[in-house]
C-alpha cells in the first residue's frame, strides 16, 4: 500500500469536519507533531484525508455556540485537532467551540501562533514548577531540548522570571540565539547519557523535552526536593532510571500534558503567557512561512534544522 503523502490542495467549505465554530485561520504552527504527520515518520495520524495542524489563530466565521460570535479573534491549541479532527493549516476550520480560547487580550494573533502549542505548553511546564515550590532562589533550572519551540519558550519565560537557566542543546550554532533567550549556561546534549542511579545534585528543577536516557540523567542530577517537569519524547519514549531519586531525594516528576488541559488551567497560562513572555522573545524565536512551504520546513524540523518556532501564515 501506498504511503499517502501531502500536498497542497483547495477544499471547498462543505467538506469540513461537524462542529459548531467555523474560523476563518490567519496564523498556524508547525510543531513536531505536525512534522511527523507531513513527513509519514510518526502514526499522528490514523484517518485520511486528514488537515494536519495542531494549532490556529483566526477569526470566527460562524458560530452556533453562544460563547463565540462573528469576527472575534480565537485560538486553539490541543483536543486532538490536526491528529484526529482536521486542523490548522487551512484556511477554514470548523471546531467545537469547548476548544476554543479567546485570544489573549494584549496578544495578537500572530504573537498567538508564536506562542503556539509549543509555547503554552512551556508556560505549563513553568507553572508545574511553581506549584511543585520551585522559586529562583531555589537554584539553577534545566531546560532540555533548548533549541526547539517548547524549550525556547521555557527558557525565555523562567529567564523573565528570575530564574537562572541552564539550556542544554545539542547545536553548537544554537547558542547564541539561546542567551539572547536568556539562558545563563548552556551545556552539550552529549553530557546527558549513561546515568548512574544518583549523581551530583545540579538542579533545583528542569523541563524536559527529550526523554529517555536524558531524561534520567536529569533525575539523577535533581537536588534534593526538586521538580521536573517532562512534557516530550524527542529522544524516545523509554525511561532508563530507578527508583532512588524519588525516594532518596524526594524527587518529583511532573508530567505535563497539553491536549487535554481543562479550560481554568488553559486560561490561566495564556493570561500569564501574555503577560510574562518579553517583547523580544516575539522577534528572537520566529521563523515565518507561508502554508506552501509547511512540507519543506516539517522536513526541516525531522532533521533537527529547525530552531524556534515556525509560524505559518494562512491569510494572504
Known amino acids: 500500500m501506498e504511503k499517502p503523502q501531502a500536498t497542497l490542495q483547495p477544499?471547498?467549505?462543505?467538506?469540513l469536519p461537524e462542529?459548531?465554530?467555523?474560523?476563518?485561520?490567519?496564523?498556524?504552527g508547525l510543531n513536531f507533531k505536525d512534522a511527523l504527520a507531513i513527513t509519514g515518520k510518526g502514526k499522528i495520524i490514523r484517518q485520511f484525508p486528514m488537515v494536519p495542524g495542531i494549532d490556529f489563530a483566526g477569526l470566527v466565521r460562524h458560530s452556533e455556540d453562544p460563547r463565540f460570535h462573528p469576527g472575534q479573534n480565537v485560538v486553539l491549541t490541543?483536543?486532538?485537532?490536526?491528529?484526529?479532527?482536521?486542523?490548522?493549516?487551512?484556511?477554514?476550520?470548523?471546531?467545537?467551540?469547548?476548544?476554543?480560547?479567546?485570544?489573549?487580550?494584549?496578544?495578537?494573533?500572530?504573537?498567538?501562533?508564536?506562542?503556539g502549542t509549543a509555547g503554552f505548553t512551556a508556560m505549563l511546564c513553568v507553572m508545574a514548577l511553581e506549584d511543585a515550590g520551585i522559586t529562583p532562589q531555589s537554584g539553577d533550572v534545566l531546560v532540555t531540548g533548548a533549541s526547539g519551540g517548547v524549550g525556547s519558550t521555557a527558557v525565555s519565560l523562567l529567564s523573565t522570571l528570575g530564574y537562572?537557566?541552564?539550556?542544554a542543546s545539542g547545536r553548537t550554532s544554537t547558542h547564541d540565539y539561546l542567551r539572547q533567550l536568556g539562558a545563563s549556561r548552556i551545556v552539550g546534549r552529549d553530557e546527558f547519557s549513561d546515568a548512574k542511579p544518583l549523581e551530583k545534585q545540579l538542579w533545583a528543577g528542569a523541563?524536559?523535552?527529550?526523554?529517555d536516557t536524558v531524561l534520567a540523567k536529569v533525575l539523577a542530577q535533581t537536588q534534593y526536593g526538586g521538580c521536573v517537569a517532562a512534557c516530550g519524547l524527542a529522544?524516545?519514549?523509554?525511561?532508563?532510571?530507578?527508583?532512588?531519586?524519588?525516594?532518596?531525594?524526594?524527587?518529583?516528576?511532573?508530567?505535563?500534558?497539553?491536549?487535554?488541559?481543562?479550560?481554568?488551567?488553559?486560561?490561566?497560562?495564556w493570561a500569564r503567557l501574555?503577560?510574562?513572555?518579553?517583547?523580544?522573545?516575539?522577534?528572537?524565536?520566529?521563523?515565518?512561512?507561508?502554508?506552501?512551504?509547511?512540507?519543506?520546513?516539517?522536513?526541516?524540523?525531522?532533521?533537527?534544522?529547525?530552531?524556534?518556532?515556525t509560524v505559518v501564515k494562512i491569510k494572504r
Open 11 to 15: 477544499v471547498d467549505e462543505i467538506m
Open 235 to 269: 529522544g524516545g519514549f523509554a525511561l532508563p532510571t530507578t527508583v532512588m531519586p524519588f525516594i532518596l531525594r524526594n524527587v518529583r516528576l511532573q508530567g505535563v500534558d497539553s491536549v487535554m488541559t481543562p479550560m481554568p488551567r488553559r486560561l490561566a497560562a
Open 78 to 115: 490541543g483536543w486532538g485537532v490536526g491528529e484526529n479532527h482536521w486542523g490548522g493549516l487551512s484556511g477554514l476550520a470548523r471546531v467545537k467551540g469547548d476548544w476554543l480560547v479567546p485570544l489573549p487580550e494584549g496578544l495578537s494573533g500572530r504573537q498567538a501562533m508564536i506562542i
Open 207 to 211: 523541563i524536559d523535552t527529550v526523554g
Open 19 to 28: 462542529g459548531d465554530v467555523t474560523v476563518e485561520v490567519d496564523y498556524s
Open 164 to 167: 537562572t537557566v541552564v539550556a
Open 274 to 309: 501574555a503577560r510574562d513572555l518579553p517583547e523580544h522573545f516575539y522577534h528572537t524565536a520566529t521563523t515565518e512561512i507561508g502554508l506552501e512551504r509547511a512540507v519543506e520546513f516539517a522536513e526541516a524540523i525531522m532533521e533537527n534544522r529547525a530552531q524556534g518556532r
